[in-house]
């Protein structure tokens, strides 16, 4: 099997995760503690989607470390299917609820200016959020890129 950058069981896959994690926790938070966020279902998406992937992540960081530690190496068939799997389909829910969260943004923000009318209402947290939400998602492509090419290469 080829030793890529990323790979499960190294540091690189390790950092790789844990900024999925970070990110995604960072989006759940920012997200949670702004004023108005319930009142739209695509916000409510993006905070279900990144728990998901913080979940996702977080538990894989811990399998990172746990095999790191204990100098293990992670790359059988098996539990790479699994890997790509789980980042395939973690990431494309992720992609689409930073999508929709952020053409909701822009909605309220540009089109209807309905931040200007309705000063109550976090959007600029609304936009820390997302900006999160794609870097989280953008590890995670980075992950199940990787993840997918040390699947097929076995």
């Known amino acids: 099997m080829k030793e890529l950058f990323g790979g499960p069981g190294k540091?690189?896959?390790l950092i790789l995760?844990?900024?999925q994690s970070i990110f995604a926790a960072a989006s759940i938070s920012v997200?949670?503690?702004?004023?108005?966020?319930?009142?739209?279902?695509?916000f409510c998406y993006l905070i279900a989607s990144m728990g998901l992937q913080f979940l996702w992540s977080f538990?894989?960081?811990?399998?990172?470390?746990h095999a790191l530690r204990l100098k293990r190496d992670l790359r059988n068939y098996v539990f790479l299917s699994l890997l790509v799997v789980g980042d395939w389909v973690t990431?494309?829910?992720?992609?689409?609820?930073?999508s929709s969260s952020a053409g909701v943004v822009v909605l309220i923000v540009k089109d209807t200016k309905m931040c200007k009318q309705s000063p109550q209402l976090s959007c600029h947290m609304f936009q820390i959020s997302v900006a999160l939400a794609f870097i989280s998602w953008f590890f995670l492509a980075i992950s199940s890129y990787v993840m997918f090419w040390l699947a097929a290469s076995d």
């Open 11 to 13: 540091v690189s896959g």
């Open 17 to 19: 995760r844990m900024g």
């Open 91 to 98: 990431s494309i829910l992720s992609l689409a609820a930073a």
């Open 59 to 65: 538990s894989l960081a811990c399998l990172d470390i």
């Open 31 to 42: 997200m949670a503690s702004s004023h108005g966020f319930s009142t739209c279902t695509a």
